[in-house]
């Protein structure tokens, strides 16, 4: 057979083998068995051929995307350790220092800046007046003088965290290392235009005023008179800090009122003082009476520095002491009408009314301060009977030394009448006039002498019955007496007492009781 042959009858084998189908429809994978073949058996070589390119693709660019962040990381991370090394010698970016923006400055530059401030320096005082007066650095021979307080600043940072420094401000207040000359500031300072003024306004705390019918607080007063030892201290402090302006009224440069209208030592002065206009005060000198209210009282009143309601004394006792001048009677001459009918002055004697003038001073004021509204008498050391006519009343023991005759009167009447013996004149013992009160009445008693030389007692004598009224005179019984009356005073005195008859003083005895008014007269 011939090659041609041959070969025509292989491929006609061939294509018995390999189906041929229409142009337009796909190739089936069929297995033998007539099932799907797996895909990637059923891809092409041209197909295969383009995966591998997208993975070659694929990982190309994720190679890529690694160097760039790898290069963005490395530069942050050189940005920030050159940052970190930058702030090992320099001040954060947001840094102040007493007000001035430093951000990123080195120590050398802050000096510089503090330097020329001081070289330039002025101090502007602002005076309550609205004018303004100026202290210059170089007339106190203001200099810098470095301090280790820059370095602590830095040295404070941690250069490692300066990214905080972008979002929050590193606020700082330092002294600044500065000298001056004392001495020259004190002499700037007493030159000063406002404090040389010979009349300045003095400063006056709020208090309260009486308006005519109440207390009201009467508001302060802020004087211009400056208070050198304040004033030399804010402005060695505003130098310290090297501030060019002092506000003199804010930092209390001047003299300043202790309290204002607000204060509550003024308020409650306030109250106390209207509280005590409350009180009214009503005298009783029978059937006459005196009032003190809040005309008086308003008068009286004052408050002192710290605020306290206190009383003016003086004028207080004053009113005190003129009511005592018209209603005291004790040690005043009497004018007295005798048993006989006749009438004489009565001189000496501290029988009377008598007010006690420093306990009603007590008294009256603790009234007024509790507000109280009263009626009462005074506060007395001594008291009387009446304060109409004679003040003894119409019951009294009156004893007339020239005729030695004494008398008792008992509600107008005369009950008892007797002669007596009084005080032996020649030997120093007269009976003194004036009027007295009884003291007491003892049954029983033994009267005693002064103390002599020897030891002795000039006299012991026991009676029965003892009314002293003047010290140690008094009625008493004497029954050495042989006689009574006449002028046996004058040659058988006694040493000062009032000898009676013994029934006669035992009478007296029964009628007389402490405070009876007796009545001595010539």
Not at 129 to 136: A, P, V
Not at 200 to 228: C, H, L, R, Y
Not at 372 to 399: C, I, L, M, W
Not at 490 to 503: A, F, K, V
Request: hydrophobic fraction near 30%.
């Amino acid at each position: 057979m011939s090659e041609e042959t041959k070969k025509t009858s292989e491929e006609q084998e061939a294509e018995k083998e390999i189906p041929v189908t229409d142009g337009d429809q796909e190739e089936e994978n069929l297995t033998p068995e007539g099932e799907d073949l797996p895909e990637e058996e059923n891809n092409t070589p041209g197909e295969e051929a383009a995966s591998e390119d997208k993975k070659e693709e694929k990982s190309k660019a994720g190679k890529k995307w690694m160097m760039i962040t790898a290069s963005v990381v490395g530069v942050l991370l050189a940005v920030y350790l050159g940052f970190a090394f930058y702030f090992n010698s320099h001040l954060y970016f947001s840094t102040m220092i007493n007000g001035n923006k430093f951000g990123g400055k080195d120590i050398a530059y802050v000096e510089k800046f503090i330097e020329k401030q001081i070289n330039d320096y002025e101090l502007t005082l602002k005076r309550s007046d609205g004018q303004t007066e100026k202290i210059s650095g170089k007339e106190i021979a203001l200099k810098y003088k470095p301090e280790k307080e820059l370095q602590k600043v830095l040295k404070s940072q941690n250069p490692f965290l300066w990214p905080k420094s972008l979002f929050k401000k590193d606020v700082r207040e330092i002294e600044i290392g500065i000298t001056y000359d004392k001495q020259k500031l004190s002499a700037e300072i007493s030159q000063l235009e406002c404090v040389k003024n010979a009349n300045p306004i003095k400063s006056v705390s709020a208090m309260p005023v009486f308006n005519g019918d109440e207390f009201t607080i009467q508001k302060e007063i802020f004087g211009n008179e400056v208070n050198v030892e304040n004033l030399t201290k804010v402005i060695e402090a505003h130098l310290d800090s090297l501030n060019e302006e002092l506000d003199m009224k804010k930092s209390k440069a001047y003299y300043e009122p202790k309290y204002v209208s607000e204060s509550k030592e003024v308020v409650s002065a306030k109250d106390a003082m209207n509280k005590c206009l409350d009180a009214e005060i009503t005298y009783n000198f029978n059937p006459f009476t005196e009032k003190v209210d809040r005309a008086n009282i308003s008068q009286w009143l004052s408050v002192n520095e710290n605020m306290q309601v206190s009383f003016k004394e003086k004028d207080v006792r004053a009113y005190i002491k003129k009511l005592a001048g018209k209603y005291d009677t004790s040690g005043k001459p009497r004018s007295f009408v005798t048993a006989t009918g006749k009438t004489v002055e009565v001189k000496n004697g501290i029988y009377g009314w008598k007010i006690n003038q420093d306990a009603e001073y007590k008294k009256l004021t603790e009234d007024i301060l509790a507000g109280k509204s009263v009626k009462r008498e005074p506060e007395y050391k001594r008291r009387a009977v009446s304060h109409q006519g004679n003040d003894f009343g119409n019951t009294y023991a009156e004893v007339d030394l020239t005729t030695q005759n004494m008398w008792f009167f008992q509600d107008g009447k005369k009950v008892l009448e007797s002669p007596i013996v009084t005080g032996k004149p020649s030997a120093g013992n007269a009976t003194p006039q004036g009027t007295y009160t009884v003291t007491y009445t003892q049954k029983g008693a033994v009267l005693k002498g002064k103390i002599l030389p020897n030891g002795k007692r000039e006299y012991e004598t026991p009676v029965d019955f003892w009314m002293p009224f003047n010290g140690g005179i008094g009625f008493h019984d004497a029954t050495w007496q042989s006689s009574f009356g006449g002028n046996r005073y004058l040659t058988h005195g006694s040493h000062g007492c009032i000898n009676m008859p013994y029934d006669k003083a035992q009478q007296l005895f029964g009628y007389l009781k402490a405070g009876t008014p007796v009545i001595c007269h010539y």
